[in-house]
């Protein structure tokens, strides 16, 4: 690609990301209702995506041994013990992740 196809590409992308963005506000814009499904939606899909991510992340692992499975086990109860404590799924990811990975280097 020479350099006018990338500039072009990235004001594709750029445009797109930004209609994208704005399109929600021009549709729902101030006054109208929020229609029922769009709703449910937001209500429904932030744990069904949460879900799909702890099957992706737990595919992979292996219950022939206690190490293959109890680093993993162990992280998901420590990222589900903060959530419920403290709320804050920033906090609740970032420690489960120090967790599996000190017990994946240091423990097992």
């Known amino acids: 690609m020479n350099n006018a196809e990338i500039w ?3 004001a594709i992308i750029a445009l797109t990301t930004a209609l994208l963005r704005f399109l929600p506000f021009v549709i729902f814009g101030r006054g ?3 229609p029922r499904m769009i709703s ?4 429904s899909l932030p744990l069904a995506i949460m879900g ?12 022939t041994s206690p190490a293959g499975f109890l ?3 162990i ?3 420590v990222v589900a013990v903060l959530h419920l404590w403290r709320r804050n799924t920033l ?3 970032v420690a489960g992740t120090v967790c599996y990975m000190l017990l994946v280097q240091l423990v097992f």
């Open 8 to 10: 072009i590409a990235v």
């Open 32 to 34: 109208r209702k929020t």
């Open 40 to 43: 449910k939606l937001s209500r």
């Open 52 to 63: 799909m991510l702890v099957v992706y992340c737990l595919r992979g692992v292996s219950f």
């Open 71 to 73: 680093p993993a086990l």
């Open 75 to 77: 992280a998901c109860a």
């Open 91 to 93: 906090v609740s990811i």
